[in-house]
């Protein structure tokens, strides 16, 4: 129980010898003594004197925690222990102050935090029921215990929800640095390619330079150059077809004569291009001159094929710093139309990496017409990122999840649902009380679905519903087409 080989010492003493120190702490600094042990006090005989040496552990977390504590002397420290195994400091109890009262008060029977001696301390003990028959008898310590959990709960309830907005964020700067990632690095090796093809292109140009063309050459390679150019979306192939198709191309030009065949092939066939179009060339050149103009054109198309990789990257990127505009700022406005559609993409485009990890499938069924409400808007696509995320956490592995949108009178219904293993029947009731969680300690504030609840309720003036069996999970939004002023 203790870091500290010194041990902890408790010693039962009366009431009365307290009686000098309990009017220098604050919860008893207005309550007389008489009024505590006279006859219309409290029927408290004895209490525990504890003494603990400095750096002594007094209660881990998710022990009992059944007492009510006094600090006569010493600091006694509170610290909440985190998921990667850390500890965060939540507060510092003086001499002359009390702690262990929100445990009793709210009926939690095991402590949430590591109670740690600072210095060498000295407290006294009330049990549960001396807790009691002080809050029972005393209106001023009743007043002042009263006050203690309302700041205690109010302080730990401010700083939980920043943690859960901090956890957002960082599932938000998760899923962006992994969806920038690719894209990113998908630009970043096409401009290294493209580079060397520029210097390939010059090498080829200065080599054909003092070779005059004829009008027919000149026109040849000015067809395949507006071929070249004309477009980056070409129809997609099938695998089977597209070897078959590089194969067949690398096969002809080799046979051509053509220098780094099958190296030209496959970027002409990714462009579209058949050997019936470049048969031009051959017919207008002679062997070395077509050799070097077909590579001097299949490094121009491969340099355009990267080029079009680029586009395609940086709007990828584009598309991905939208999604995350839409999502922190959509709602700003105070009287907007809002597409739920789009807040739902977005969502699922920011979390897209975890959807990949798992090998999630998504099913999206979007059928609300309208699909937008109007509304003053309050941080809805929080509210899909906490569904979504923990439908995500609930699927198995290469599970499925499903999102489906439809209209109901003055409603707009949007559905989220996993094929995980259920919420149990005992867990359910419970599941939107604040600091409810069955995760492990220090995984889970317990707030992710009451702050959806509340969002969803209190500021969309909304419902939300849950079903749940094992292998179909549903949280249901319905949300009003229009939402009425706050």
Not at 82 to 108: I, K, Q, R, W, Y
Not at 255 to 262: R, T
Not at 440 to 454: A, F, N
Request: some cysteine; charged content about 20%.
């Amino acid at each position: 129980m203790s870091e500290n080989t010194q041990p902890i010492h408790a010693e039962p003493i009366q009431l009365k010898d307290l009686a000098e120190a309990l009017p220098h702490t604050r919860i008893f600094a207005s309550t007389p003594f008489d009024a505590i042990s006279g006859p219309a006090g409290t029927s408290i005989d004895k209490v525990d004197r504890v003494t603990i040496p400095a750096g002594t552990v007094l209660v881990e977390a998710g022990q009992p925690w059944l007492y009510y504590w006094l600090v006569l002397q010493g600091e006694m420290r509170a610290d909440r222990p985190e998921s990667d195994g850390a500890m965060t400091m939540v507060g510092v109890a003086h001499a002359g102050e009390a702690f262990g009262e929100v445990p009793l008060l709210t009926g939690n029977p095991f402590s949430t935090f590591r109670i740690t001696a600072l210095q060498d301390s000295v407290l006294v003990r009330f049990s549960e029921q001396d807790f009691w028959s002080l809050l029972a008898c005393c209106p001023d310590v009743r007043k002042n215990v009263l006050a203690d959990s309302a700041l205690r709960l109010q302080a730990y309830q401010v700083e939980a929800l920043h943690r859960e907005k901090l956890v957002s964020l960082g599932t938000l700067a998760a899923g962006l640095m992994h969806e920038l990632h690719n894209p990113g690095s998908a630009a970043k090796r096409a401009a290294s390619q493209l580079r060397e093809n520029l210097l390939r292109l010059q090498e080829l140009s200065l080599r054909s330079a003092g070779k005059a063309k004829t009008p027919a050459q000149l026109q040849c390679m000015k067809d395949l150059l507006e071929h070249a150019v004309a477009s980056c979306n070409q129809p997609a192939m099938s695998s089977i077809e597209q070897a078959d198709a590089e194969e067949a191309m690398s096969q002809w030009l080799a046979g051509a004569g053509v220098e780094n065949a099958f190296t030209i092939g496959p970027v002409l066939v990714s462009m579209g291009i058949d050997h019936e179009e470049i048969a031009c060339a051959q017919d207008h050149f002679d062997p070395a001159s077509f050799s070097d103009a077909l590579n001097w054109f299949g490094a121009l198309v491969s340099s355009v094929s990267l080029v079009c990789a680029i586009e395609e990257s940086i709007s990828r990127i584009t598309e991905l710093v939208t999604a995350v505009k839409k999502f922190a700022y959509d709602e700003r406005t105070p009287d907007k139309e809002l597409d739920v559609h789009d807040s739902l993409q977005s969502t699922l485009t920011i979390l897209g990496h975890k959807l990949r990890l798992k090998q999630i499938q998504v099913e999206k069924r979007f059928a609300a017409s309208p699909s937008t409400i109007r509304t003053r808007g309050a941080a809805l696509s929080q509210v899909w990122t906490n569904l979504i995320d923990n439908a995500v956490d609930a699927c198995p592995q290469g599970g499925k999840l499903e999102i489906s949108t439809w209209s109901e009178p003055d409603w707009l219904v949007v559905s989220i649902g996993d094929n995980g293993s259920g919420i149990p029947a005992d867990v359910l009731p419970r599941i939107f009380e604040p600091f409810f969680t069955t995760k492990p300690q220090g995984s889970g504030t317990g707030l992710g679905l009451e702050i959806v609840h509340r969002i969803v309720t209190q500021k969309f003036a909304g419902k939300l519903d849950v079903e749940s069996q094992p292998g179909d999970t549903r949280f249901i939004v319905r949300l009003p087409v229009n939402t009425p002023p706050a």
